[in-house]
């Protein structure tokens, strides 16, 4: 049996880091991975995906620039950008990232892991035969997540795809019917529109990106209607059935009952932690119990606290930056506490995941792009802040109209009125995932309105939206 100070179940980009930080704090790591280290974002999420998105973003920049538009002649190469993919994802070859981790003074140990006990961990070789690892302070869950796939009837007998067959697929499908409005479903729609295929979504709610500032959804759904993608809202799918011309989709909406047949199926319905098989049962948890973390990912209510959930798996913020920055927190928190030390999670201190509360930005890669960070002014009002917003169209900025004629976006700031600084901020355009992190110092730093003033953007930027936006909210 082997004994290390941390064992890390899982080697996403959650897991190296708490593996990581812990090194670096002293601590001998051993980190236990299922299939690739690099975990999904590295093959079948954030890097494939945008990897297929970036070609035609660049195409559409380039088409809206006078000068540089007489010289796109021809459309994407969608072999090209495919063997692009594939080389983004290393050819779903791990050996680099395994590198870096060696590099790093961690040992990996290959194989799926369970719980066996307080502090145990059993794990399954490729092999089939099995190892185990015992933890002298802490064991850090770091799974991730897995697609929800709703039990729609017979989706599982025509077969689909999740976003891994969507992000990985070799070939472009003639056809492809998405279900979902959320993220990947966005993402997905337009990468594999882009590159030919006939798209038709099927999202359930009243719009896309719901989790957004109302504008974000409505502008990304007129511009894949623009491009040529069916998008259907208040779509809700009652069956699947595979036949000789691909699989048939049948679903209700506000007008009644319709059809949709296409070659594949991408279910994009939302995502679930990887809990199953991790033997919680064995120190008397269950699945649930993985959201039930304190600012460090310590798991609350288990003895002594030698369990933590980092990352996708305890859902507290699921993109892959924010499972790195609680991987940060809680590989330093290890650290720490394994010296001796309390490391208790003050708020915004360096063992506190604090910012996945209300500063958690994120970027969808649709075009236009939606650049969000902290609460929309429907989230701030609920959590009872007295808040103002504002709004400005991008076009309007010189620094736009010179990024391309007739850039079409907005921005929107909401603004706490008692504090005076700013709680939350989405932009939408062409290139404004560029921009976001401005608004996320002005969020975490909660700038006073005042002094964000004196932050001068630059001309003829894009940023200068902020001062637009400080104008429209008043001095
Ligand atoms: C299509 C798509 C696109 C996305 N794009 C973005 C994006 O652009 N930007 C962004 O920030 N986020 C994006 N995300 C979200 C992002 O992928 C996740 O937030 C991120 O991967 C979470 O990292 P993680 O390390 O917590 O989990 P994962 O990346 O899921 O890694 C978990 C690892 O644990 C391993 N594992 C699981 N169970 C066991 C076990 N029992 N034993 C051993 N190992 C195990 C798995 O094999 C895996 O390697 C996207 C997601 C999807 C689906
Ligand atoms: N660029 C990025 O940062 C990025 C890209 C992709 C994914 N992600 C992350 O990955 C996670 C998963 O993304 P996602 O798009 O799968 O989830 P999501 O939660 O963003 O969207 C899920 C969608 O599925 C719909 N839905 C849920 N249940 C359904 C059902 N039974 N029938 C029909 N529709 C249903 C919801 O209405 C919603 O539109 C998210 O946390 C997301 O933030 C991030």
């Known amino acids: 049996m082997a004994e290390y100070d941390l064992v890390v179940v899982g080697g996403g980009p959650t897991g190296e880091n708490v593996a990581d930080r812990a090194v670096s704090g002293g601590l001998s790591v051993a980190l236990v ?29 380039a088409r809206a620039v006078p000068g540089a538009a007489e010289a796109v002649t021809g459309s994407l190469d969608a072999a090209a950008v495919l063997a692009r993919r594939d080389e983004v994802v290393s050819g779903f070859d791990d050996a680099g990232q395994a590198e870096w981790l060696s590099g790093a003074g961690v040992s990996l140990v290959r194989g799926r892991a369970r719980l066996a006990g307080p502090r145990g961990v059993e794990v399954t070789g490729p092999d089939g035969g099995t190892s185990e690892l015992t933890a002298r302070h802490a064991v850090a869950v770091c799974t991730g997540s897995v697609p929800f796939v709703p039990g729609v009837p017979g989706l599982a007998e025509a077969g689909f795809w999740t976003s891994r067959e969507g992000t990985a697929a070799k070939e472009v499908p003639e056809s492809l019917v998405v279900i979902g409005g959320g993220v990947v479903a966005c993402e997905l729609a337009w990468a594999w529109h882009s590159l030919g295929a006939r798209v038709h979504m099927l999202a359930r709610g009243g719009r896309l990106l719901s989790g957004n500032e109302p504008f974000a959804g409505e502008r990304v759904a007129e511009a894949l209607r623009a491009a040529g993608v069916e998008v259907r809202t208040g779509a809700d799918v009652v069956e699947v059935a595979g036949g000789a011309d691909g699989r048939t989709v049948r679903f209700r909406d506000g007008s009644g009952e319709h059809r949709v047949t296409a070659a594949e199926v991408l279910v994009a319905t939302g995502r679930r932690p990887a809990t199953d098989g991790l033997g919680l049962e064995t120190v008397g948890l269950d699945a649930a119990a993985l959201a039930d973390v304190d600012d460090s990912c310590r798991v609350r209510g288990v003895e002594e606290g030698w369990l933590y959930a980092v990352g996708d798996v305890n859902g507290r913020a699921n993109v892959t930056h924010m499972g790195k920055y609680q991987g940060r927190a809680v590989g330093d928190a290890i650290a720490a506490r394994a010296r001796g030390g309390e490391a208790a999670p003050e708020p915004w201190s360096r063992w506190a995941a604090t910012a996945d509360h209300h500063a958690v930005p994120q970027v969808v890669f649709t075009e236009p792009e939606v650049a969000a960070v902290g609460r929309t002014e429907e989230a701030a009002r609920e ?3 007295r808040v103002r917003a504002v709004e400005y169209d991008l076009g309007w900025v010189a620094g736009a109209g010179l990024f391309a004629p007739g850039y079409a976006g907005r921005a929107k700031m909401v603004v706490d009125e008692d504090r005076r600084v700013v709680v939350g901020c989405t932009l939408v355009g062409p290139g404004v995932g560029e ?38 909210y008043g001095r």
């Open 383 to 385: 959590a009872g802040l």
């Open 33 to 61: 991975e299922a299939e690739r280290v690099g975990g999904e974002c590295s093959y079948w999420a954030c890097m494939p995906s945008k990897a297929l998105l970036r070609p035609a973003a660049v195409l559409a920049q």
């Open 435 to 472: 921009l976001v992190h401005a608004a996320t110092v002005a969020v975490v730093g909660e700038v006073p309105l005042e002094r964000l003033w004196h932050a001068v953007p630059a001309f003829p930027t894009v940023s200068e939206v902020w001062l637009r936006l400080l104008e429209a």
